[in-house]
């Protein structure tokens, strides 16, 4: 990635809760940020995502089907590099990637000292299990 993972904000699932997942992040020093339980409004990125993938995908494709797998594969190599999204003014997020992490990197570069070089313990974890 061309910029560090700082923040993983997900729903209350059990397997985000997992000692292993949670050392996972913390070995990376990515901090974990769960939403309010019933509160998918807080997660509108992933639901608008789940949605387009229950109408774009799901609806045509057989989930008994045995080769579902290299479908979901393709389906994500669409989604990302060939697919056009309104939010990215029609643009795929490959395409679309350089001009937000140009954005993200300078808006990093500003906040921090020039000297300073960015590290995981720039990061710590907020331990939640």
């Known amino acids: 990635m061309p910029f560090p993972i ?6 209350r699932g059990r397997e985000f809760f997992a000692h292993s997942y949670q050392e996972i992040l913390m070995k990376w020093g990515i901090k974990f940020r769960p939403i309010k339980s019933r509160s998918p409004h807080l997660n509108g990125k992933v ?4 949605r387009t ?24 190599h669409y989604w990302n590099w060939e697919r056009p999204h ?3 003014r029609g643009k795929s997020p490959f395409i679309n990637g350089p001009d937000v992490w140009k954005r993200v990197l ?3 570069s500003s906040a921090m000292n020039m000297n300073q070089q960015m590290s995981a ?4 974890i907020i331990k939640r299990i």
């Open 47 to 50: 639901e608008r995502t789940h």
């Open 53 to 76: 993938d229950l109408e774009e995908f799901y609806a045509i494709e057989d989930i008994d089907d045995p080769n579902l797998s290299e479908k979901l594969q393709e389906w994500q």
């Open 106 to 108: 300078l808006q990093k």
């Open 6 to 11: 700082q923040i993983i904000q997900t729903d």
């Open 121 to 124: 313990s720039d990061y710590p």
């Open 86 to 88: 309104s939010a990215l």
